[in-house]
């Protein structure tokens, strides 16, 4: 797997919490965000929890996150059909692989 690195915005709070919980899976931010988009990525259109974010509301900041060259191409298909920031993507799967409130 190529990886490259993009930046998006995501909230501080779940930032936070991301590199918590990556220190906790012994992985890094990245790897855990780049787990969560692939299996996002893998489930059927009608198998995908329902878009409930259009953009991060939230005080947050650019983060930099290495992403699977493949995983990222199809998110950026996706962002247009789901008519949405690559950011909200990420920020709402985060979320809810989190147990965050949307």
């Known amino acids: 797997m190529s990886k490259s690195q993009h ?3 995501l909230s501080d709070e779940l930032w936070m919490l991301i590199n918590e919980r ?3 899976e012994e992985t890094t931010a990245s790897g855990l965000c ?3 988009i692939q299996h996002y990525l893998s489930l059927a259109p009608e198998e995908r929890p329902r878009i409930q974010l259009r953009q991060v509301h939230e005080h947050g900041g650019m983060r930099s996150l290495y ?3 493949a995983s990222w191409a199809k998110l950026r ?3 247009v059909q789901e008519k ?3 950011s909200a993507i990420i920020e709402q799967q985060m979320r809810l692989y ?3 409130a949307i």
Request: hydrophobic residues 55%; aromatic residues 4%; charged residues 30%.
């Open 84 to 86: 949405r920031p690559i």
């Open 98 to 100: 989190l147990g965050l």
């Open 22 to 24: 990556a220190v906790l």
């Open 77 to 79: 298909a996706l962002k």
């Open 67 to 69: 992403i699977d060259k």
């Open 34 to 36: 780049d787990y969560v």
């Open 7 to 9: 930046k998006i915005v």
